[in-house]
């Protein structure tokens, strides 16, 4: 973060942070406007107003953001030259050749992009940090070792999730708990589910214990340690309750792992990639799902030797160890992560890290200085703030960004994506396919699922993230209804038909839920909250999925047979449509904001922003159904901010008026 001194210019920062202002019906809203102040808007615009100006507490966040946006804003070179060198010698960082590196990274720290205005960089370093944006996926080799075990981590995740999905046809009726009673629908619920209970109450809030002792790749190594252990545990089970706690073991390989690798990927990887590849995590997730499909129809025919019973469901559950046994083979390869490195005041270490993951010093230089400022910034402003929890509900801006996060976290679950890729096996065979019918079209879900996440890398930056769930949710309801109904097609005289159709309505949810509420979730809420509160409420929001994946996994049983499989995704459907006016009211666009764009973006009361919600609904109607030429309401407009002052070290920049359709 900041160097210390910079207090004053802060403050001096946050003086001219201007107040956002939010259009309410066809104006704009401004916080320091009083009503009847309509000067240059329209005559029937209706203000409003916040009772007096900005709060010191209010104004002092807002600080603190933007110092952590960029806390190297408004130094000249020749302060961050001198900057980059105290950082060496301070810290012991190297020779002659590291000081200099440090000199020039420091200023490349500011900008990366303004890479040509920076004296003193080589021919041979210019070429490097001018490819880092016209080529970004052209890295040194080893930075693609990372990639690899990043989405190998993703597959074993994917893999340990869906190899149930198929043994479950065969360990059910083996333990007793096959039948449609009671008792064997909830204790099948029970079983399944096991993982997900484990990473919503422990698995996930070990995430910060086990990475504070083990770092990156030590958290990746004894967690998926953990699932090729609980994985093998589970072929070798003979109860129902012994099959519960493996899988129950399980989820302490799931729950700190989906956090922990996501994070080094993000700690590793150059910024011209990085979005890119941590949304990459769901692509591979679900290459991960479509293998634990495979592995159930590769091992369908294996038939049982003398004295063993069930072989095949148990190298269906068995499978699911190697991805995590290949992980733990080579994660020693990859180098730790620089940041925590430095998270621990290990900066050599760090720097060596980074050296190994960059092409040359100049760029390891960069990111290790960048790092380095960040992280003082965040124990300077850590001092200065409250209760972390208390703030996450207590402060407006951050009680909508969480309430945000978990609509998407908790949709994600209950759109009903979950009952497809855990039960779908059963839902077919429930469909009259054969076992081994069922088990090709569970995998050609699973290729579905996978194909069409690929896309969602460039869709999810493209149409955003609010419009891709508003247009999603309606298909994926429309689709779930479609499923539900097809089982009320006749058997005897329309088999084909209503096979077909139960085929294609889950096919078709596939196809809408992997561009958008597949990637969506995790995305969203990991730009939603401002950075000195995000670790807090990405372990909220990860908590939230699990804990509902959790409740859709060991209700489904009961609930097919209460409700009828038709009544069952008809439940999901309905459940769809409330999470699409969920979204329309409370969910605010986050595509392609800074920290500071955020902080507008939440700052709109919620009262207002479900209101414009409302008004979206005849917009759209107008414009793409009746093709009429309507101007989109504007909802953010114009907001200045100077930092630093306007002379020399300082910036100004003005937003263009976010059109939020």
């Known amino acids: ?130 490819n880092e944006f016209r080529s970004r996926w052209s890295q040194p080799r080893l930075l693609y070792l990372v990639i690899v075990l990043c989405s190998t981590c993703a597959a074993v995740q994917g893999m340990d999730e869906t190899v149930v999905n198929g043994g479950q046809l065969f360990y059910a009726p083996q333990f007793g708990i096959g039948g449609k009673d009671q008792r064997s ?40 340690l953990f699932s090729a252990l609980a994985c093998f545990w589970q072929a070798f089970t003979n109860t129902w309750w012994h099959m519960f706690i493996a899988r129950f073991a399980l989820g302490l390989g799931i729950g700190p792992k989906s956090a922990t690798v996501p994070i080094y990927a993000a700690e590793t990887t150059p910024p011209a990639i990085r979005g890119a590849l941590v949304m990459q995590w769901q692509m591979w997730t679900a290459f991960g799902i479509m293998l634990g499909y495979v592995a159930d129809l590769i091992f369908y025919q294996v038939p049982d030797p003398a004295g063993i019973t069930g072989l095949r469901w148990r190298l269906m559950m068995g499978s699911a160890m190697m991805p995590a046994v290949i992980v733990v083979c080579f994660v020693f390869l990859c180098p730790e992560s620089p940041r925590w490195y ?108 996978f194909v069409f996440a690929i896309p ?31 089982f009320l097609i006749p058997q005897e005289t329309m088999h084909t038909a209503r096979i077909a159709c ?70 999901y459907a309905a459940w769809n449509i409330i999470g699409f006016f969920a979204v329309l009211l409370f969910l605010p666009e986050t595509k392609g904001k800074t920290l500071e764009e955020l902080d507008q973006v939440f700052g709109v009361p919620t009262h207002l922003h479900a209101a414009y919600g409302l008004r979206q609904v005849p917009y759209f109607f107008r414009r793409y159904l009746l093709r009429q030429h309507v101007e989109p309401e504007r909802l953010y407009e114009k907001e200045t901010v100077s930092d630093g002052g306007e002379g020399e070290g300082g910036r100004n920049y003005e937003r263009d008026a976010e059109k939020n359709i």
């Open 1 to 130: 973060m900041d160097p210390k001194g910079r207090s004053e210019s802060d403050a001096a920062m946050a003086e001219q942070v201007e107040t956002t202002r939010i259009s309410t019906t066809s104006g704009s809203y401004d916080g320091n406007t009083q009503v009847g102040d309509h000067e240059g808007r329209n005559p029937s615009t209706v203000s409003h107003s916040r009772q007096g100006s900005m709060s010191a507490a209010e104004r002092a966040r807002r600080n603190a953001n933007a110092k952590l946006a960029n806390p190297l804003a408004g130094f000249s070179h020749a302060e961050l030259a001198a900057q980059g060198a105290a950082f060496v010698k301070k810290y012991q960082v190297g020779d002659e050749d590291d000081l200099r590196a440090f000199e020039l990274g420091a200023c490349l720290a500011q900008d990366p992009t303004k890479y040509e205005q920076v004296k003193g960089l080589r021919a041979d370093e210019m070429e490097v940090l001018r």
């Open 185 to 224: 629908t909830w204790l099948l619920g029970l079983v399944n589910s096991a993982p997900y209970l484990c990473c919503a109450l422990v698995g996930c809030w070990l995430t910060v214990p086990f990475n504070n002792l083990f770092g990156r790749r030590g958290t990746i190594f004894i967690t998926c």
């Open 342 to 449: 430095m998270s621990k005041g290990r900066h050599y270490k760090a720097y060596q890290s980074m050296v190994r993951l960059r092409y040359n010093k100049v760029q390891a230089a960069r990111d290790i200085f960048y790092m380095h400022t960040l992280l003082e910034a965040e124990t300077q402003l850590a001092f200065s703030r409250g209760n972390p929890v208390k703030e996450l509900i207590t402060v407006p801006r951050n009680r909508r960004a969480l309430i945000g996060s978990e609509i998407v976290m908790f949709m994600q679950q209950f759109c009903g994506v979950n009952v497809i890729a855990y039960y779908s096996s059963q839902i077919f065979v429930d469909a009259n396919f054969s076992e081994v019918s069922a088990l090709a079209a569970s995998l050609g879900f699973g290729v579905i699922n």
């Open 456 to 486: 969602a890398i460039y869709t999810i930056d493209t149409f955003g993230r609010r419009n891709l769930l508003l247009t999603t949710f309606p298909l994926m309801s429309l689709f779930l209804f479609f499923t539900g109904f097809s």
């Open 502 to 571: 139960i085929a294609l309505g889950i096919y078709l949810f596939g196809v809408v839920y992997s561009p958008g509420e597949g990637p969506v979730p995790f995305t969203y809420s990991a730009e939603a909250y401002p950075l000195y509160i995000r670790p807090l409420g990405m372990s909220l929001a990860t908590a939230t999925t699990w804990f509902f994946n959790f409740v859709l996994s060991i209700t489904w049983p009961s609930l097919e047979t209460a409700f009828t499989t038709t009544g069952a995704f008809c439940w």
